[in-house]
């Protein structure tokens, strides 16, 4: 089944302690992208890559980073949360052309106390 | 630059009558737009898209939209709400020449009653 994967789907922390979130396809798309979504926001695009070793910030890139080391993969890394990052957060991937759509993850609900 | 404006935060219709969410957007390019749906505790689907073919854009489960150029319009209408419509809807532009950067609206919240 042709899926975006996010780990974990909700998480609790605290201030300044590193996390990861994991984003894999499996469907051998180019494109990649995270954003992030809150109530009256709606999404904002965080970072996107557009093949292994591109990547590029969107629109809301400041406390994140990502790397694409390898085609299905493109992890989310707060290296230090604060408590402005509390939000949902997705994962998403297409095909590598402005009139692809894209297939999007379930969704990670982040919490930074 | 590209923005888009959804114009209404909520609309609420009664199942039965027509829907109608309405999308302005503003690029310097040849956009490509989207319609996205979200249902509760769930990641957005598509609904329909148009990128410089027909203006009229047919989508799944009977939305459609269409494209204004003149307008910078890009509204989603449906004949007849179902209950099943009832979600959250946003509509996305997309630079038509270089893929990456997306914009989102502030998404519609669409509640139907019975």
């Known amino acids: 089944e042709a899926q975006v994967t996010q780990n974990p789907r909700y998480l609790i922390t605290v201030t300044g302690k590193k996390l990861t979130v994991t984003c894999s396809q499996n469907?051998?798309?180019?494109?990649m992208s995270w954003y992030r979504q809150d109530p009256g926001l709606g999404l904002r695009q965080i970072y996107y890559?557009?093949?292994?070793?591109?990547?590029d910030k969107g629109d809301v890139p400041e406390g994140y980073k990502v790397s694409r080391k390898e085609k299905r993969n493109f992890p989310l890394i707060l290296e230090s949360p604060s408590p402005n990052q509390t939000s949902l957060y997705f994962c998403?991937?297409?095909?590598?052309?402005?009139?692809?759509?894209?297939?999007f993850g379930d969704g990670t609900r982040l919490s930074i106390l | 630059a590209q923005s888009v404006t959804q114009l209404d935060s909520h609309v609420s219709v009664s199942e039965g009558t027509p829907v109608l969410l309405r999308c302005n957007y503003s690029?310097?390019?040849?956009?490509?737009l989207f319609w996205y749906v979200q249902h509760p505790n769930k990641g957005l689907q598509l609904l329909l898209k148009?990128?410089?073919?027909?203006?009229l854009v047919k989508g799944i489960n009977g939305f459609e939209a269409e494209f204004k150029k003149s307008e910078t319009s890009f509204h989603l209408t449906k004949p007849s709400a179902h209950m099943s419509d009832a979600a959250e809807y946003f509509c996305?532009?997309?630079?038509?020449?270089?893929?990456?950067?997306?914009?989102f609206g502030q998404g519609t919240i669409l509640t139907v009653h019975p």
């Open positions: 469907m051998n798309h180019e494109y």
């Open positions: 690029s310097s390019y040849s956009p490509s």
């Open positions: 148009y990128t410089s073919a027909a203006t």
């Open positions: 890559s557009m093949n292994v070793e591109v990547t």
């Open positions: 996305v532009v997309s630079r038509g020449t270089s893929y990456g950067k997306l914009t």
């Open positions: 998403a991937s297409s095909l590598l052309s402005s009139n692809q759509p894209q297939h």
